[in-house]
Nanobody, 121 residues
Framework: QVQLVESGGGLVQPGGSLRLSCAASGSGFKISDMGWYRQAPGNERDLVAVLARGGSRNYADSVEGRATISRDTAKNMWYLQMNSLKPEDTALYYC???????????????WGQGTQVTVSS
């Protein structure tokens, strides 16, 4: 099992920045893809950014140029830096990982509990 815990959410003024962190814990697992999704009230959960095992990064059009996903492999952590925040970025942000037991290939998706980001003046 893999546990994911997000941190770094909060209230930010329009135009501001924040960095979300995700910490993965557990034993005997390997992660292929990692990333961030978000869900605003009444909306579906949408991709924000994903970092694939090979190092490629993909971003939602709505955050392209304003968001950067990065990782610290040694710490099993990854981050989402978001700049020039807009009110429409307000959502519950979920950490995501696709992981499998270290000695197998039964990959599945794991999710954190979410951290709230509110962009408002």
């Amino acid at each position: 099992q893999v546990q994911l815990v997000e941190s770094g959410g909060g209230l930010v003024q329009p135009g501001g920045s924040l960095r979300l962190s995700c910490a993965a814990s557990g034993s005997g697992f390997k992660i292929s893809d990692m990333g961030w999704y978000r869900q605003a009230p009444g909306n579906e959960r949408d991709l924000v950014a994903v970092l694939a095992r090979g190092g490629s990064r993909n971003y939602a059009d709505s955050v392209e140029g304003r968001a950067t996903i990065s990782r610290d492999t040694a710490k099993n952590m990854w981050y989402l830096q978001m700049n020039s925040l807009k009110p429409e970025d307000t959502a519950l942000y979920y950490c995501y990982a696709r992981a499998a037991p270290f000695w197998g290939n039964a990959y599945r998706n794991y999710w954190g509990q979410g951290t709230q980001v509110t962009v408002s003046s």
